[in-house]
């Protein structure tokens, strides 16, 4: 299986702040990367397919980059509802698997 | 709009079997070469892909579960659903149902279902 870590596990910041969360994928996986956010209780959003497509709908000051091994998942001014849980997942091949999670608080 | 909702047992014996079915709106099932997923969440915990079933019924599952785990696909309802045998407490887990595609990944998902694995 792929193995899928990001980092930070948390982070604090405050509305208005710049945020970067990194994945790394244990071997490569090319542009089948996905972000998603989880807010308690309810079913994950996806925010971005193909390491750097936003989902129709999602505000951009969300952006994707990377290809290989190495993402990044940058919100460029924190608002208040983005506080939540962001997975990154590869579809490169089977099993799918999914980085273990950086929950992002208010500071 | 896709939207997919799940449904079944909220609480399972163990050693029986989990069953879960996925209803699926805003267009049949089979459009679009779409292949349709599972995905659990233990309490607390990460994001595991349990499996996958395309509307020809041809699958793909997690080799942790795959000893497991049964997809299956119904076009005349527009549903598919999921059978985990032998389960135990580990199986305890919100478990969702999702539209999968090649390039957007899981992109509709349901609200998710909690099942409890208990005597």
């Known amino acids: 299986d792929i193995q899928m870590t990001q980092s930070p596990s948390s982070l604090s910041a405050s509305v208005g702040d710049r945020v970067t969360i990194t994945c790394r994928a244990s071997q490569g996986v090319s542009n089948y990367l996905a972000w998603f956010q989880q807010k308690p209780g309810k079913a994950p959003k996806s925010l971005i397919y193909s390491a750097s497509t936003l989902q129709s709908g999602v505000p951009s000051r969300f952006s994707g980059s990377g290809s290989g091994t190495d993402f990044t998942l940058t919100i460029s001014s924190l608002q208040a509802e983005d506080f939540a849980t962001y997975y990154c997942?590869?579809?490169?091949?089977?099993?799918?698997?999914f980085g273990q999670g950086t929950q992002l608080e208010i500071k | 709009q896709v939207q997919l909702q799940e449904s079944g047992p909220g609480l399972v014996r163990p050693s029986q079997t989990l069953s879960l079915t996925c209803s699926v709106s805003g267009g049949p099932l089979s459009r679009g070469g779409y292949y349709w997923a599972w995905i659990r969440q233990h309490p607390g915990k990460g994001l595991e892909w349990i499996g996958c079933?395309?509307?020809?019924?041809?699958?793909d599952y997690n080799p942790s579960l795959k000893s497991r785990v049964t997809m299956s696909v119904d076009t005349s309802t527009n549903q598919f659903s999921l059978r985990l045998s032998s389960v135990t407490a580990a199986d305890t887990a919100v478990y969702y149902c999702?539209?999968?595609?090649?390039?957007?990944?899981?992109?509709?998902w349901g609200q998710g279902t909690l099942v409890t694995v208990s005597s």
């Open positions: 997942q590869q579809y490169k091949s089977y099993p799918q698997t």
């Open positions: 079933i395309f509307h020809s019924g041809s699958t």
């Open positions: 999702a539209r999968q595609g090649t390039t957007v990944s899981l992109d509709y």
